[in-house]
């Protein structure tokens, strides 16, 4: 099974974007022009097969890179517009979420406001035809449902739709359009008072989005926010320092960067911002990088509000993208940030890429993820947050309250169901047959999460739908991981019946492997802010 948003990609490298595009220059150096040039000359002229030189010149550039940072990057010209989308904020396309589930493409989900939802597709649709080519039964993989399905803005796409309780074909001229990429994955109220917000990256639109979101839950008597950054790669340090300037009073320092050609350069916050006031908890984990890094750092470094989690990434590093002279570009690493109290947060790549890319895995080795006593600071210089609390750099911001990951739950059994996508196969299908039904019987959200269970009917179903995809039944494994898989089964099945908001409010309201969450709940009722100095509201 196959999952895409046609509004996202996912990137392997974590960038933080600072800087416009600069173009490539002509330079006489002797080394670059004269000694790689003669190379390239010598091998096309004498070599002893024929060589690809393009391919040849594109390995060249990414080894020169590798020499540098994990975060200085090539990107070839084709891939360009795709890599940027995420930050970008939108894309041109039908705007629709789909899964490929057996040779067949479901509707997930129609983007709000979406070419595809004005028309009337809807989430559990079938796409059989798209522009009379056959589209089911034929192995399609996600880059050819969306070559097919994008193109500029005002050009047309015919698609057929077969819908549950429709007896015959349905369809569709869909007129792309722009299709947003949204930031905020969940925004609702917790509890009587406190909002919650999961921001996923920070690009062009994030702040738009989230201070629609802020107002909301201002309006509807949010009085504390807890802001999710776990997960967040970061993005735009504009949009970084904007998000942290909602939070901060007038003329406090929230970043400054330097480089060996990069002068030092503070950045402000500036205009009264829409939560300054409130009490705010700022969760992080080890997927929380550059731009949710100068967030957290800052209001760390001001004791505005209380971080909980684990240790972010460790991610310091600002880029600028130059475009090369055939269309490609390099993002290439120009300084190194800081948070207000001065710490580089960049942790160490001195062994190479590997290393640096593997370093998350063994947090969990060496019992990190679990045990706040495996923690060791790679930077013992002592920085001092407003209030005079110690901090370190040199690896990640380190959270106020440590919350550990609780890897027991977890088994093979349950690790086949996610990684072979039964579990969304699954509740896709279920929720197929039963929306109607589920959406009379659970009238919001709220109801569903505490009126719905997951109970040994379906949990057999999935069981049998599991072995039919080659996964053997296994008894102890799947009672062992009982807990896990009714909440990620209740949490698929509550998106697809509502939206990825759904998702989170079941995964937080109940999630027996992370409880960040509701540490966060309980710091706003017990005196954490006060143990741990922050600014009273």
């Not at 399905?149 to 429709?166: A, C, E, F, M």
């Not at 904007?242 to 320092?253: N, P, S, T, V, W």
């Amino acid at each position: 099974m196959h999952s895409r948003f046609l509004f996202l990609r996912h990137h392997a490298v974590i960038a933080l974007l600072a800087l416009p595009f600069l173009s490539t220059a002509q330079h006489d150096d002797p080394l670059t022009s004269g000694k790689i040039g003669s190379l390239l000359y010598h091998i096309d002229r004498m070599y002893v097969d024929d060589v690809d030189k393009q391919k040849l010149v594109d390995a060249a550039i990414v080894s020169m890179l590798e020499e540098l940072d994990p975060h200085s990057i090539y990107i070839p010209k084709e891939d360009l517009d795709e890599v940027n989308e995420p930050l970008k904020g939108n894309f041109e396309g039908v705007g629709i979420q789909f899964n490929i589930v057996r040779d067949t493409i479901y509707v997930v989900d129609a983007i709000a406001g979406g070419p595809s939802e004005r028309i009337g597709i809807r989430a559990g649709d079938r796409v059989v035809t798209i522009d009379q080519e056959n589209a089911a039964g034929m192995n399609f993989k996600n880059s050819d449902v969306m070559k097919r399905l994008r193109g500029k803005k005002g050009t047309k796409v015919d698609v057929t739709i077969l819908r549950k309780g429709t007896s015959t074909p349905l369809d569709f001229t869909i007129t792309r359009d722009k299709i947003p990429i949204y930031s905020v994955e969940a925004s609702y109220m917790a509890k009587p008072g406190v909002g919650y917000i999961k921001v996923s990256r920070f690009s062009a639109t994030t702040m738009k989005e989230f201070r629609e979101h802020l107002s909301e839950l201002k309006e509807t008597g949010m009085k504390d926010l807890i802001l999710d950054l776990q997960g967040n790669g970061g993005g735009y340090l504009r949009t970084a320092i904007e998000m942290a300037d909602e939070f901060l009073g007038d003329r406090k320092l929230v970043v400054y960067t330097e480089g060996r050609t990069s002068p030092r350069e503070d950045t402000y916050s500036t205009k009264e911002g829409l939560f300054e006031k409130g009490r705010l908890v700022v969760l992080v984990d080890e997927g929380s990088a550059s731009a949710s890094e100068i967030v957290s750092g800052a209001i760390q470094d001001w004791d505005r509000g209380l971080i909980i989690g684990r240790r972010s990434f460790g991610k310091g590093l600002v880029q600028r993208p130059v475009m090369l002279s055939d269309g490609s570009a390099v993002r290439l690493t120009v300084s190194r940030y800081y948070t207000p109290s001065g710490r580089s947060i960049q942790k160490s790549y001195e062994n190479g890429v590997e290393a640096y890319q593997r370093e998350k895995i063994e947090r969990l080795r060496k019992g990190e993820l679990t045990s706040a006593d495996s923690i060791h600071a790679a930077d013992t210089v002592k920085y001092y947050t407003m209030n005079k609390r110690v901090v370190y750099g040199g690896g990640g911001i380190m959270p106020d309250v440590f919350v550990p990951i609780d890897t027991t739950l977890s088994s093979e059994y349950f690790g086949q169901l996610v990684r072979k996508g039964i579990l969304n196969t699954f509740a896709l299908e279920f929720v197929d047959k039963e929306r109607a039904k589920l959406l009379q019987r659970y009238t919001d959200i709220d109801a569903f999460i505490h009126e719905f269970h997951v109970d040994a009917v379906l949990t057999k179903a999935l069981e049998d739908a599991a072995n039919k995809e080659g996964v053997v039944p296994d008894p102890e494994h799947m009672a062992h991981s009982m807990d896990l898989i009714e909440l990620r089964l209740k949490a698929l099945i509550a998106r697809d019946l509502w939206n990825t908001s759904a998702y989170w409010q079941v995964i937080n309201a109940n999630n027996p492997v992370d409880r960040s969450f509701q540490r966060a709940l309980e710091s706003l009722s017990d005196d954490s802010f006060h143990r741990y100095g922050m600014i009273k509201p």
